[in-house]
């Protein structure tokens, strides 16, 4: 029998759903939750076009499962960084269009080519091999233009812009479809990002000179709600699509938290005062301590940064301290202070309505993608 306490209820349920050997870790996928946040956005900015950022296992949420969620959603595009992301959106059936967001290697080029998914374009020289590949194929090529604003990691420079689509223009198996740029400092440095934004503003009017662009895009969530750019017609959604919105707006509070990362406890025990716990004994019980081993580690995206840092798991109803290092597979927690009784396979929330996703990025000190992209293959996705 596994005991649970009340919110944990569906939980259990859901558990009991996952085929096979029960996981040790799982994380639940609120996938109403994802759908409501997009529609947060949509209802704030009605004339904006989406694309949703399923990078990295859509922020450890899982690719595919994420890709068929809000695949009849009318985002323009799926945000991805690589082909084979882009590949496993295909397999998966949706018909959503991925946007490769980087630059591509020569070699992941004719796959999208023959896909007819979207890339960026940051150099004549993937102009020419696109159009070459465009014209074996017989294939239009749909490239959007990147200008480096300040980002510093692809793009064409501001200054290259003039005289950029008469060159363009001798490569005709190239749809220019759009013009888009990546803000470097949203969160923390509003003048550099109204520079940025003033420079992809000059630079969507300079191209458009030649011709018009069905999308203009710069925004991702650190701007999304806190910038206004006249000149763009689509957003780009990462954080803010799984509930965190970097800045400070009047629709944070309507975001709803996508991922509840939970584990069951392995064993409890009693250990003496004075006793080391985990590596390094970096934790020593000071009086006799009721310890539980919960089953998640580092290997499973419970950042090692979280060791000694006070950090704590949500079970029965009560906060309970995680003691010394994180290991790869397990941790420890003091359960000397809970009221209800505690024993092997109860279940222990991770990260969830009592422990967010924020807490555990301020106690290891990171950034919050970083928390949910370390989350491993390890823990099972379930989609609600
Ligand atoms: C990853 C990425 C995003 C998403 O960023 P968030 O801040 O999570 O919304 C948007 N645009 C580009 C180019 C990216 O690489």
Redesign the pocket.
């Given at each position: 029998m596994i005991k649970t306490c009340s919110f944990l209820g569906t939980c259990l349920t859901l558990w009991s759903m996952i085929p096979g050997i029960p996981p040790r870790a799982w994380a639940q996928i609120d996938t109403s939750a994802l759908r409501h946040n997009l529609n947060v956005v949509r209802r704030v900015m009605p004339d904006m076009q989406l694309?949703a950022?399923v990078?990295?296992e859509a922020?450890g949420h899982g690719l595919e499962g994420v890709a068929r969620a809000l695949d009849d959603e009318g985002c323009a595009f799926y945000?991805v960084?690589t082909v084979h992301e882009a590949d496993r959106i295909r397999q998966a059936g949706c018909q959503t269009c991925p946007f490769i967001?980087?630059p591509c290697f020569p070699d992941e080029r004719e796959p999208i080519v023959q896909n007819g998914w979207r890339t960026?374009l940051s150099s004549l020289e993937e102009a020419n091999h696109f159009n070459s590949l465009g014209q074996l194929y017989n294939k239009q090529v749909h490239t959007h233009i990147c200008i480096d604003t300040g980002?510093g990691r692809s793009g064409f420079l501001p200054n290259e812009l003039q005289g950029l689509m008469e060159k363009l223009r001798a490569f005709p198996y190239l749809h220019l479809e759009g013009i888009?740029s990546?803000l470097s400092a949203?969160s923390v440095d509003l003048t550099f990002t109204h520079q940025q934004i003033q420079s992809f503003t000059n630079g969507v009017q300079e191209l458009s000179r030649s011709q018009a662009f069905d999308y203009r895009h710069i925004c991702?969530?650190?701007a999304?709600f806190n910038y206004h750019v006249p000149v763009s017609n689509m957003v780009?959604?990462?954080?803010?699509?799984?509930g965190y919105s970097?800045m400070p707006s009047p629709y944070n509070k309507e975001l709803r938290p996508t991922m509840t990362l939970l584990s069951r406890v392995t064993i409890v025990r009693t250990l003496p005062g004075n006793h080391g716990v985990s590596y390094n004994h970096c934790y020593i019980t000071q009086g006799s301590t009721k310890v539980a081993t919960i089953g998640i580690g580092f290997a499973d995206g419970y950042l090692h940064y979280l060791s000694n840092k006070n950090s704590r798991v949500y079970v029965h109803g009560q906060y309970c301290p995680v003691l010394g290092r994180v290991t790869m597979d397990q941790i420890m927690v003091d359960v000397t202070y809970l009221k209800e009784e505690i024993q092997p396979g109860d279940i222990v929330e991770i990260m969830g309505p009592n422990v967010s996703w924020i807490e555990l990025t301020d106690r290891a000190n990171t950034i919050p993608?970083n928390v949910l992209t370390s989350i491993g293959s390890r823990v099972q996705r379930v989609y609600v």
């Open positions: 694309m950022i990078k990295a922020y945000g960084a967001l980087g960026a980002m888009f990546h949203a991702s969530s650190s999304v780009r959604l990462g954080r803010l699509l799984y970097p993608s």
